[in-house]
């Protein structure tokens, strides 16, 4: 069974650093495109960021472009996420999750972590 | 303000039928991207319920279907049964943002 486990979250002040991963297992990392995708609580989903199989293209939603950096390492099945200069409104639990296909803009989001909790406060 | 416009809620009772919109535009679905729905039940992530606006992931129930017609989309659920109670998100790619983009989601009540 595929598996998505995130870590990297915690409780961080406005304007510091985290980075995020996310571990994969039981499926061919490196055939699929990955996303980020972040709920705030009691809130809606809202994309955060994608990335394509071989790390060609990367997108970014308007609220974090400039400040979060999505990367991956085929070799280790590993997606990341830097998440600089945070704020109160970045608050929420980030969700990892394998696209159905290599590209990031058409395929749907199959399966999915359980997500890390970022609390941005001072 | 999402760009994908849901309904905030839905309610139906057990056995009937009902149905979720997700309006979109012209840079988005309109512009032929496809449009996948999820159900997120209480306290769990997300499922990938559709995809492809109608094509369903192995063991969902042919209780819901999708269908896609010019700017919008619906997802239908037949049948329905308690545990259908859930929070439903539409999603596709808007080519004016360069994302992925999701509705606001529908928050659906067994009566």
């Known amino acids: 069974e595929v598996q998505l486990v995130e870590s990297g979250g915690g409780l961080v002040q406005p304007g510091r650093s985290l980075r995020l991963s996310c571990a994969a297992s039981e499926f061919t990392f490196d055939a699929y495109a990955m996303h980020w995708v972040r709920q705030a609580p009691g809130k809606g989903l809202e994309w955060v960021s994608g990335i394509t199989w071989n790390s060609g293209s990367v997108g970014y939603a308007d609220s974090v472009k400039g400040r979060f950096t999505i990367s991956r390492d085929n070799a280790k099945n590993s997606l990341y996420l830097q998440l600089n200069s945070l704020r109160a409104e970045d608050t929420a639990l980030y969700y990892c999750?394998?696209?159905?296909?290599?590209?990031?803009?058409?395929?749907?989001?199959?399966?999915w972590g359980q997500g890390t909790l970022v609390t941005v406060s001072s | 303000q999402s760009v994908l416009t849901q309904p905030p809620s839905v309610s139906g009772a057990p056995g009937q039928r009902v149905t979720i919109s997700c309006t979109g535009s012209s840079s988005n679905i309109g512009a032929d991207f496809d449009v996948h729905w999820y159900q997120q039940l209480p306290g769990t992530a997300p499922k990938l319920l559709i995809y492809g606006n109608s094509h369903r992931p192995s063991g969902v129930p042919d209780r819901f279907s999708g269908s896609k017609s010019g700017t919008s989309a619906s997802l239908a659920i037949t049948g329905l049964q308690a545990e259908d109670e859930a929070d439903y998100y539409c999603?596709?790619?808007?080519?004016?943002?360069?994302?992925?983009?999701f509705g606001g989601g529908t928050k659906l009540t067994v009566l």
């Open positions: 999603q596709s790619y808007d080519n004016s943002l360069s994302g992925v983009v």
């Open positions: 999750a394998k696209a159905r296909g290599a590209s990031y803009d058409q395929s749907g989001l199959d399966y």
